[in-house]
């Protein structure tokens, strides 16, 4: 685990990078439905690296530990400091601390107990890029936040590239369609949301077709 430290810092900085770009969009005036997507599309870099230039689960598992513990320490005292992808930015809802807190659970199950590191990462990363790619289209073609065809569409290609990830692919492909479905039909609350929905329904799928 020692040698493959310089990959967990080039992975926390990736993550890094986009809480901080976030932030400055926001800053500039973007709203958070668009900013919070430079968040989910640095996240969704560091979760790729993972399965490249990790040989176990541990430091995946640490990474996302950590981030998650950061946003939830972030969300509760200091709300200003990554209000890009939420806190003060969009209080009514908890979606940046679900995204790597589902990332435990995938990591843990899918990697750590099944040995399916591509399993574990690929759910996440329908939620990183598909997702952030369904908001901005959403936001250019319907120029407000609402869930519309062209934006699952987007999120639809974009998944399907990942599902290239899992094998067969045709399990990646339903994998990338349960995503899409999800995102479109989950209903934001304060508790539950999308960030944490998208991964979960489509590892559960996909585990499913594999093992069963």
Known sequence: MIAEIPFAVLIAGAA??????ANLFFDYGIPNYISRKLG?????????????????????????????LLLLYARLFKPQAFRGVGGSGRPQ?????????????????????????????????????????????????????????????????????????????WIGAVGAVTAVITERFTKTTRFFDDNASIPLASALVMGLLIFC
């Open 16 to 21: 890094l990078l986009g809480l901080y770009l």
């Open 40 to 68: 989910h599309l640095g996240g969704c870099v560091g979760f790729l690296l993972c399965p490249l230039l990790f040989h176990s689960f541990l430091w995946p598992l640490i990474l996302t530990t950590g981030f998650t």
């Open 93 to 169: 809802a908890l979606a940046e601390i679900h995204f790597p807190a589902t990332g435990i659970v995938t990591i843990g199950i899918c990697w750590g107990l099944l040995g399916e590191p591509w399993l574990a990462i690929v759910p996440l990363l329908f939620m990183g890029g598909g997702d952030a790619i369904t908001g901005l289209i959403r936001s250019k073609v319907y120029g407000r936040e609402v869930k519309g065809n062209w934006g699952s569409v987007g999120m639809l290609i974009t998944c399907l590239i990942f599902a290239y990830f899992i094998q067969p692919y």
